[in-house]
Each structure stands twice: as structure tokens, then as C-alpha cells.
């Protein structure tokens, strides 16, 4: 099946960093998502892109769709504790009639120290 | 609060038993599917629906069974629970033909010993 390699796998940040995170496929999208998961929890949808080139924000979080629809990235700004949990990219392809499944990345585990 | 709704939330087999993973959304989502989440893996697609009476396998569906009767709920059978499919099983809804993101539940974490 489809795969989406997101990086990093995990980090270590302290509070008030800038934090990055992408995710690449090895097929086209014609939706990109990001979710967030606490510990606990089911994930929490995050952002979602629709078109190549895109760049949305959602408060201290920013992502893009890339050019080649292969590849999507999410920065956090000035991160906080609350920031810490499991951040998943997804890709989302509508097949052919009205079927459509998402494709998950392997997530990126962040923890904030104060 | 609308949304969807896993049950239990917690759950220790034995091998061999059997049981099913409860389901049920109150969205009138077409579409629902079921995810389990391993460690290092993400989240790997089980079984997928797009509507009452319509079923399909996804990534990996061995070991497992689902039925859709109602546009509600989507159960999870486990038919001879083994120890490989301890994990985090996620349900997960959403509209068909839009692009919108899946509302998952919280997770129902089976244990089997």
C-alpha cells in the first residue's frame, strides 16, 4: 500500500522553540490533513489542505501543501507544554466514485521542556 | 455531545475468545472505518464502510469482521482473539465526497494474553 514517511520520528523541544515536522508519499494527494493525538486519546484533526501550494494556519501552527502533492509540512511556533502528543500527517485520495480512505504517516512524538 | 463513540474502552481477552469492538456515530457520516494503532506504525486501516450494507477490507483486515446495518454503527468482531492484535483500535467517521478530516473516537486498548 501507500506509504508516508514523516520525520522526525521524535523530539525533544524546550518551551518557546519553533518546531518542524514533514511527511512525504510516495503518490499524489488531493487532501493533506494534520492531526494531533494526547496520550489517551483518539487523534484530533488539526489542519487540513486542499490544494498544491497551499498554506494554512490554525493559531501557532502553519502548514503547506506542497508543489508536487507528495509532500506536506506543519510548524508549531513558540511551542508550549501543551504542544506535547503524537502528530500524525494524513493523505487523502478520492478514489473513483465515492469511496475515500486516508493514508496515515508513522507519526512524530514531541516533548516540550520548560 | 456529537461525535463517536468507542465501547469499551479497555479490554483483556484471552487467546481464542471472541468479541466485538462497538462503534456508533451520531453525525450521519457515511463513512466509517476502523484503524488499529501499533508503536511505530501509525495508524493501519482494518475494515472501511461508505454507507449500510457496504463493507470493504483495508490494509489489514485478517482476523477481523465487520457489518454495517444501520448507518450508526459499525462493530469490530475479533472472531479468535491472538496475541498479535493487542493494540489501539480507533473508529473513525466522516462525510463521503468531501474532503473533510475523519472525527475518530477514543480508542478501545485490547490487551490479548
Known amino acids: 500500500g501507500q506509504q508516508l514517511n514523516q520525520s522526525p520520528q521524535s523530539m525533544f523541544i524546550q518551551e518557546g522553540e519553533d518546531v518542524s515536522m514533514n511527511c512525504t508519499s510516495s503518490?499524489?494527494?488531493?487532501?493533506w490533513l494534520w492531526y494531533k493525538q494526547d496520550p489517551g486519546e483518539g487523534p484530533v484533526l488539526l489542519i487540513a489542505?486542499?490544494?498544491?501550494?497551499e498554506l494554512t494556519s490554525n493559531g501557532r501552527l502553519t502548514a503547506q501543501f506542497g508543489i508536487t502533492r507528495k509532500d506536506s509540512f506543519l510548524n508549531i511556533s513558540a511551542s508550549i507544554p501543551s504542544d506535547v502528543g503524537i502528530y500524525f500527517c494524513a493523505g487523502h485520495l478520492l478514489f473513483t466514485g465515492t469511496a475515500s480512505k486516508l493514508t496515515f504517516g508513522t507519526g512524530t512524538r514531541l516533548q516540550v521542556t520548560l | 455531545n456529537a461525535g463517536v463513540t468507542q465501547t469499551p474502552k479497555f479490554q483483556v481477552l484471552k487467546t481464542g475468545q471472541s468479541m466485538t469492538l462497538q462503534c456508533a456515530q451520531d453525525?450521519?457520516?457515511?463513512?466509517m472505518s476502523w484503524y488499529r494503532q501499533d508503536p511505530g506504525m501509525g495508524l493501519r486501516l482494518i475494515h472501511y464502510s461508505v454507507g449500510a450494507g457496504i463493507t470493504d477490507q483495508g490494509e489489514v483486515p485478517n482476523g477481523y469482521n465487520v457489518s454495517r446495518s444501520t448507518t450508526e454503527d459499525f462493530p469490530l468482531r475479533l472472531l479468535s482473539a491472538a496475541p498479535s492484535q493487542t493494540s489501539v483500535y480507533f473508529c473513525?467517521?466522516?462525510?463521503?465526497?468531501?474532503?473533510?478530516?475523519?472525527?475518530f473516537g477514543s480508542g478501545t486498548r485490547l490487551t490479548v494474553v
Open positions: 489542505l486542499y490544494k498544491a501550494g
Open positions: 473513525a467517521s466522516s462525510y463521503i465526497g468531501r474532503n473533510y478530516g475523519y472525527t
Open positions: 453525525m450521519n457520516h457515511e463513512y
Open positions: 503518490s499524489i494527494f488531493n487532501t
